[in-house]
């Protein structure tokens, strides 16, 4: 069982920067995905990471601002958020699942197990 604890939410203003933690500890998954999920919205994938080779998948919508990497000796993924604007504004999930291929990273149900979530706001 893989345990997950997000960090570094908070409320910037459009065009600030926040960068996000996922420290996992438990056993070991292959695959790190962040996920966000505004009100009335469903939760949709921004970025993912094969811990093993380090690789890494971007939605469209936050290429160029959003960078997600990892820390083996902290067991940590990070999501630098760059250029924010109020519609990134939503809790914000780390999500641990096994290898993945093409977009599959971008579906939730391929995760098994998921932090408690930290919120991100950005006002105009």
């Known amino acids: 069982q893989v345990q997950l604890l997000e960090s570094g939410g908070g409320s910037v203003q459009a065009g600030g920067s926040l960068r996000l933690s996922c420290v996992a500890s438990g056993s070991s998954r292959l695959f790190i995905g962040w996920f966000r999920q505004a009100p009335g919205k469903e939760r949709e994938g921004c970025a993912a990471i094969n811990t093993a080779n380090g690789a890494t998948r971007y939605a469209d919508f936050v290429k160029d601002r959003f960078t997600i990497s990892q820390d083996n000796a902290k067991n940590t993924v990070y999501l630098e958020m760059n250029n924010l604007k109020p519609e990134d504004t939503a809790i914000y999930y780390c999500?641990?699942?096994?290898?993945?291929?093409?977009?599959?990273?971008?579906?939730?149900?391929?995760?098994?197990?998921w932090g408690q979530g930290t919120q991100v706001t950005v006002s105009a």
């Open positions: 999500a641990a699942g096994p290898m993945m291929f093409g977009n599959m990273w971008k579906n939730s149900y391929e995760y098994k197990n």
